[in-house]
């Protein structure tokens, strides 16, 4: 008979000293507990691009030898100072102190002093916490993959720094640059430089300032987004033609384009508008474009010409004076189509979609929608938002999920379009401010009204528990409704969350300041009722009651119906 080792321990020989060693299963586990960080230098690297405080980012250096690598490698450099404008921000940045003055800038050492910043604490921490990073870490790295700078006060007083910064951040060959200087009625004046470099392949701007001579050199750029910019034609046509290999383009609330004209770029996949001043019309020509954006003003009688763009997969369009008319021929030209999402496109009164591609479709506040035809057999997913159902016919066979948000007296037109999900495997979650209903059969069943109410199908009992979680979190309703079988894994779920609750308090949040639901629920009172028109589907009503301590849940789906 084999003598057995003592519980917990385990012999190995160290043969390199000769003597036999022991070794834990607790070391064991300590040996092994630290799998972060053998995973991939560029996952890690990930990891830090996640971590917003420059502090956070300098502590993973002490953690360990590998992490003191991880951090000296890291070539993203991220600079917000929305950071300094929180409370008792100055002091939370009194351990940062002047470079030794051979590290020093020369614009450090010409502005530093002349601003007086004795005044000016947040600013004067800002710009040290900068210069301290960029003069500790720069010299070692070969090339920075990307370079953020988030400025939102004392533009005016930060755009020398600023201009040294980025062209340090150019010198050293960066890929990735993001600039946001948010100012009131001016812009801020980019270094010329930015627009000759040739690693630049990501550029994000708000609020700066590129001129109509501006010479645009960015032969490898491909990806480019100008956020809150004044812009003309000129401008877009002088990046269009330098940068022929742009891929994804982004204009988002700028001033002053009225013609929006776009060829000669044969990779571009994605574009998007958000119109912020009297844009007039928008053409595109591009083959291979995949996904195109419009966002449009209440006021917007913007034309959209999209004919050269047949590869199109993913349409999103906010247009509140599109007509019925307008809306069939834009779609034509797109046989491919898999996504579309109309967005408060307020004069559609009509429409019919035909496709055999499509596979998403979001019709969300087109409040004069009175009719809808919808033909589309592969469609997967359907999401409506408003006051009535106005579909007059619907084919989409494939359906695994419907979302609607409606606010309806029509109880009848609500409950036949239901049914007409009836013996396809699909659950119903009817949700309000005050209460949840959940079906696992759509048999006998009867709507009652409650106000405005958000109602899914779905096929996954998975999504039904993801459902129920978010909307105890949001809402913190009185009453829950189950019609379901007693072997249902709902009701387990029920069962571990909710009326296990006094015998296992939650744990789940004790790391977090904002709690989960479960922490506020006090108790529930459960009841079952059985059907007589479905004998295996019973009726079981909970009975909630929440903590007067909850905070008060935000109704933003429910808000989301009236506008």
Known sequence: MKKRKGKGRTQRKNRKKGKMMEITNTDERAVNADRISELPEHILHHILCLLRWPADLARTSILSKKWKVIWESFTSFDFDQRHFQCVNAADKWDHLQPLPVEKQSSIFKQAFESLGFVELPL??????????????????????????????????????????????????????LDIHAKVDGKFYALPELVFASRTITSLKLYGCEVGDSTAIKLQNLRELSMKAMRINENIVHNFVQACPLIEDMRLINCYGLKFLHVSSLPKLNKFEVHERSSLRSVKLEAPNLETFWFHGKKSSRCKL????????????????HMADKSFHELISHFPLLEKLFLLECRTLHRITILSDKLKTLSLVRCHKLKEANIDAPNLLSFEYTGAELPFSSMNASRLQEVK???KSQKQKSVQKFIEGFDGKGFKLFL???????????LRGLHLSYFGAYKIQLTKSARMVENLLNSH??????KTLILKTSLTSDLLVFIQEKILNK???????????????????????????????????????????????????????????IDE
């Open 472 to 477: 105890l979190r949001d809402f913190h309703p």
């Open 305 to 320: 010409i999209l004919a050269g763009c047949g590869n199109l997969k993913n349409l999103t369009l906010k247009h509140s």
């Open 431 to 441: 949700a309000s401010k005050q209460g949840v209903n959940i079906y696992e059969e």
């Open 123 to 176: 600013i004067h921490k800002f710009i040290l916490s900068v210069e301290s990073t960029l003069g500790t870490r720069l010299d070692q790295l070969p090339s920075i993959q990307k370079f953020r700078l988030h400025v939102v006060f004392s533009v005016h007083l930060l755009a020398p720094f600023m201009n040294h910064w980025i062209s340090v951040a150019t010198d050293k060959n960066v890929n990735e």
């Open 404 to 406: 609607l948000h409606l």
């Open 502 to 560: 006094e015998k296992t308090p939650p744990s789940c949040c004790k790391y977090y300041s904002k709690k989960c639901w479960r922490h506020y629920l006090e108790g529930a009172k459960m009841s079952l009722f059985p059907d007589a028109s479905s004998a295996e589907y019973p009726n079981t009503i909970l009975e909630l009651k929440w903590s007067e301590a909850a905070p008060l849940p935000g109704y933003r789906d429910m808000k989301d």
